[in-house]
């Protein structure tokens, strides 16, 4: 019964010292400035833009149908047969759904197409990370604007080597821009 107490007095105080073993540092990043300042990120961004400015040529040339359509109803409204009157307004009124409709898939597609280039630039920051975290010797390292975290000392900020280290081992984005 001794034997025991001793080993487990020796055993508790064994653990402080192999807790101080444990890195205690810590460092943040700046997440939105690695995917505003990384080639990747930036390529992604240009992606993600063209899409966008696709998809607001088409809801613009479906807006200039419609006003088009709502001009010609207005200028001839006396001289059409109220058949003839109806139907277009009826072929107007389609065509503000469409654009309603149209609208709302392009948000939808481009908030799915943001969310997939943000995993996908995710998945390969996160070794980048990992690899940092450990050749320093952090115990962990938080995102600086979405922790919670209120403030952090510019020295324990790794945002820059982050970019350069990621830009290093990512591909060349003139590859990844022209699919």
Do not use: C, H, W
């Not at 540092?25 to 300042?37: C, E, F, G, N």
């Not at 604007?145 to 324990?156: H, M, N, R, W």
């Not at 081992?169 to 003139?174: I, L, R």
Request: aromatic share 4%; no cysteine; net charge positive.
């Amino acid at each position: 019964m001794k034997k025991f107490l001793v080993t487990m007095a020796v055993a508790a105080l064994a653990v402080p010292v192999l807790a101080q073993n444990a890195p205690a540092r810590v460092a943040v990043i700046d997440v939105q400035k690695v995917l505003t300042q990384s080639t990747s990120g930036k390529a992604a961004y240009e992606k993600l833009r063209a899409l966008q400015e696709e998809r607001i040529a088409k809801a613009k040339t479906l807006d200039e149908d419609a006003k088009k359509l709502e001009a010609e109803i207005g200028t001839k409204r006396l001289s059409l047969s109220e058949d003839k009157l109806a139907e277009m307004q009826k072929q107007l009124a389609d065509k503000r759904i469409a654009i309603q409709r149209y609208a709302q898939d392009a948000d939808r597609e481009i908030g799915e197409a943001r969310d997939r280039e943000l995993q996908a630039l995710e998945a390969r920051i996160k070794p980048v990370i990992d690899g940092i975290g450990k050749e320093m010797g952090l115990a962990a390292i938080f995102n600086k604007f979405e922790s919670g975290l209120v403030y952090a000392a510019d020295a324990i900020d790794i945002t820059d080597t982050v970019i350069q280290r990621f830009n290093a081992s990512a591909p060349a984005p003139a590859a990844a821009a022209k699919k």
